[in-house]
């Protein structure tokens, strides 16, 4: 969905995706910790701190002059689309490094998948809530979001393969909502979805001894 509402936090103008981004984290952390406990939801949190970190200092690389000009923009300004999926890049890399190391398992990557499914899920129903858009578009957003929501949420615990089939309906399902959306398949929400469902089919595969876990 694209932007359309702004608010006004004491001397900034913040977009209702930075908005939209925060209340999907929290709603994601809170899910995860429920579910997996306080020591799961960490690494939610490590991997938000860590995706708003590079994407903020990215302005260095995608607008240097700027910086140079007025070293606050870090502050203010962010490297946009480049710095988020750098961001997301920065991620997987110390993802599968922890694996590596052994300092993240099975339950530990499964949380970090329900979180950020979670995420990615509630960002698109606040965004139909706080920005305008057609009706069509909002509505079936929010119910076909809604319903897979549940549906992962019921689903998510299980064994064998459900993980992978859970990721392979994410992108699915949010291709299919892309369809109806303004932008369709041409946008930052959409493209971070299907780069993250392969990687995150990718690893599950790989790790089929990690199916003994949810037994």
Do not use: C
């Amino acid at each position: 969905m694209p932007v359309t509402s702004f608010f006004t936090i004491g001397s900034l103008s913040v977009p209702s995706s930075w908005i939209a981004l925060m209340v999907a984290f929290v709603v994601a952390y809170s899910a995860v910790r429920f579910r997996f406990g306080k020591k799961q939801a960490e690494i939610i949190g490590d991997a938000f701190f860590y995706l708003v970190i590079v994407w903020k200092l990215s302005i260095v690389l995608t607008d240097f002059n700027s910086v140079l000009r007025s070293p606050l923009a870090i502050v203010y300004f962010h490297g946009g689309a480049v710095g988020f999926y750098l961001g997301l890049l920065f991620i997987a890399g110390k993802t599968l490094w922890d694996m590596k190391k052994g300092r993240l398992d099975a339950n530990g990557f499964r949380a970090l998948f329900t979180g950020a499914v979670l995420v990615q899920v509630v960002y698109q129903v606040i965004m139909v809530l706080l920005n305008e858009g057609e009706m069509i578009t909002q509505v079936v957003t929010v119910v076909v979001f809604g319903l897979f929501a549940v549906f992962f949420w019921m689903n998510s615990g299980k064994a064998d393969n459900w993980p992978v089939q859970l990721a392979l309906v994410f992108m699915a399902v949010h291709v299919f909502v892309a369809a109806v959306q303004p932008d369709e398949f041409i946008q930052t929400p959409l493209i971070t979805t299907v780069v993250m469902g392969l990687f995150f089919v990718i690893v599950f595969m790989r790790k089929l001894d990690w199916r003994d876990i949810y037994e």
